[in-house]
């Protein structure tokens, strides 16, 4: 049985104002590109397929003709679960429809799918909640899989059926997963697991999540999972969260990200994006590797000297989408954010490095906000940073003054 492993489309996400669609519909495309080249079976989409709970009708359409692409017109199964990006709900509401061309769309952790049989003789043999065992047309043996989607940690432990701590609710989910793989994962057929959350090895090092990323490493969010909870059973595990391509661990067996199709931030600039082909046998080791994806435009962080410095760079880079640091001993007035502007239509932010006197660098950094201070004030040198070194007009001025004067009445 051969198995594709994706994950974190994100679709719908934006870089800044700038829409990405039209390179995640070519990125789909690829993607159902390389499910056909290396003819396989099933398809599973660990989480995170939108980017916001109500994602754009272009992004909703574009999930459902992907998906529809892959499955072949039913001939090959496509899984996916939620993401902490997707409404559960929302994923779950069109599989009524979706199950006749095999798509399997589980939203919760505790999902039930009904067996069923498609025409093209995809089949779900058995099921109980988080749990699919699935016959496809071409392949000998069948698919085992256990399947976690997000859920944050009051959902999981109300789930478990227990209200205790981190270190038990581990425990539980460990539990939970042993009691399915025990039941149904002997070495007679292909057996997986699929999550979207955060995996780790026990005292390992602790992966930066992606930038921009809705964390789920903290209070009220799904806690870490360790390599050694899952069952010895289980021969790979498909995992979405993190957006760069990434082994957690090879025991008890192959525990991977694939990573997201498209950079997503500038963080992920020099990453190589992914998808992980799979190809499993009962009772055996997995073999396993990934291809590379092409599509979408790469994301760029360059530091310049001056701004004549940055535009000829520019200007031979119409490729890329960048973030440009310039070091000057000044704000960057309108005349020169203008000529960064002409110079290149890609441009997602511009960040003077100051450079003082002294020699010692000040990077001029809007995010980095000392709440301290006076709101007022703030405004001003945000605003400066925006627009120069001139100063907003009295009507702006008196306009945030309103804003202030509202919200603090509320």
Not at 9 to 19: C, F, N, R, V
Not at 44 to 56: C, K, R
Not at 371 to 381: H, Q, V
Request: contains cysteine; charged residues 25%.
């Amino acid at each position: 049985m051969k198995i594709l492993h994706t994950a974190d489309w994100h679709l719908g996400k934006k870089l800044d104002q700038y829409s990405r669609l039209e390179e995640q519909r070519e990125v789909m495309l690829e993607i159902g590109e390389i499910a056909d080249q290396q003819n396989v079976d099933v398809v599973i989409i660990a989480g995170d397929l939108y980017d916001t709970f109500n994602p754009p009708a272009e992004a909703q359409d574009l999930f459902f003709k992907t998906v529809h692409r892959l499955s072949n017109n039913g001939k090959r199964a496509v899984i996916a679960i939620a993401g902490n990006h997707d409404m559960p709900e929302r994923i779950e509401a069109p599989h009524p429809l979706a199950e006749a061309n095999a798509i399997i769309l589980c939203g919760f952790p505790d999902t039930l799918i009904q067996p069923f049989t498609t025409e093209a003789g995809v089949k779900i043999i058995q099921s109980e909640p988080g749990f699919i065992e699935i016959q496809t047309q071409n392949s000998l043996s069948t698919l085992r899989l256990l399947f976690t989607p997000y859920a944050n940690e009051l959902r999981l432990k109300t789930y478990l059926g227990d209200d205790q701590s981190e270190e038990n609710l581990r425990n539980l989910l460990q539990k939970k997963w042993s009691t399915l793989a025990d039941k149904y994962c002997d070495e007679k057929g292909v057996n997986l697991l699929m999550a979207h959350l955060y995996f780790m090895k026990k005292e390992g090092v602790i992966e930066e999540e992606p930038e921009g990323e809705k964390s789920i490493l903290h209070i009220g969010g799904a806690q870490a999972i360790y390599s050694e909870n899952i069952p010895p059973q289980i021969q790979y595990v498909a995992l979405g969260h993190l957006h760069r391509y990434h082994s957690i661990d090879e025991k008890p067996c192959p525990i991977i990200y694939s990573s997201s199709p498209l950079c997503y931030s500038f963080a992920e600039a020099d990453q190589i994006k992914k998808v992980v082909i799979i190809d499993a046998a009962p009772g055996e080791k997995v073999n396993f590797h990934s291809i590379n994806l092409k599509k979408g435009r790469p994301l760029t962080r360059k530091e310049f000297g001056s701004v004549e410095e940055a535009v000829t760079w520019l200007v031979a880079n119409q490729e890329t989408y960048i973030e440009i640091t310039i070091r000057t001993d000044t704000y960057l007035d309108g005349t020169a954010r203008k000529q960064l502007a002409d110079a290149h239509s890609f441009i997602v932010d511009v960040i003077p490095k100051i450079i003082k006197s002294e020699g010692e660098a000040n990077i001029v950094d809007p995010f980095q906000i000392d709440d301290s201070r006076d709101l007022n004030a703030l405004f001003i040198e945000y605003f400066k940073y925006k627009n120069g070194p001139e100063e907003p007009s009295e009507n702006i001025k008196s306009l945030l003054r309103e804003v202030i004067s509202q919200n603090t009445e509320l």
